[in-house]
Nanobody, 118 residues
Framework: QVQLVESGGGLVQPGGSLRLACAASTTIFRIYAMGWYRQAPGKQRELVAVIASGGSPNYADSVKGRFTISRDNANKMVYLQMNNLKPEDTAVYYC????????????WGQGTQVTISS
């Protein structure tokens, strides 16, 4: 089972930026597509961005042009650069395989809270 640890969240004003990081426990993650997901209070978890094992990204329409997903396979990291943040981006952000919970990514990490407020 691969462990994932998310970090980098915080409280920022609208228009601000954050960079989220996800650390994987094993380099085997490099062969999997990885995604960033978020869950706002009272809402279902949703996919925000995906990066293929080869590095090709895709984004939800709501974040296209504002968020950038990247990966560093050698250091077992996945990143999400978030710019021009909006209050509706407020959520707990998680990383996982894409599709999620694909073996050996059989559990969610603790997530990282992102709050956008003035």
């Amino acid at each position: 089972q691969v462990q994932l640890v998310e970090s980098g969240g915080g409280l920022v004003q609208p228009g601000g930026s954050l960079r989220l990081a996800c650390a994987a426990s094993t380099t085997i993650f490099r062969i999997y597509a990885m995604g960033w997901y978020r869950q706002a209070p009272g809402k279902q978890r949703e996919l925000v961005a995906v990066i293929a094992s080869g590095g090709s990204p895709n984004y939800a329409d709501s974040v296209k042009g504002r968020f950038t997903i990247s990966r560093d396979n050698a250091n077992k990291m996945v990143y999400l650069q978030m710019n021009n943040l909006k209050p509706e981006d407020t959520a707990v952000y998680y990383c996982n395989s894409h599709p999620p919970l694909r073996s050996p990514f059989t559990s969610w990490g603790q997530g990282t809270q992102v709050t956008i407020s003035s």
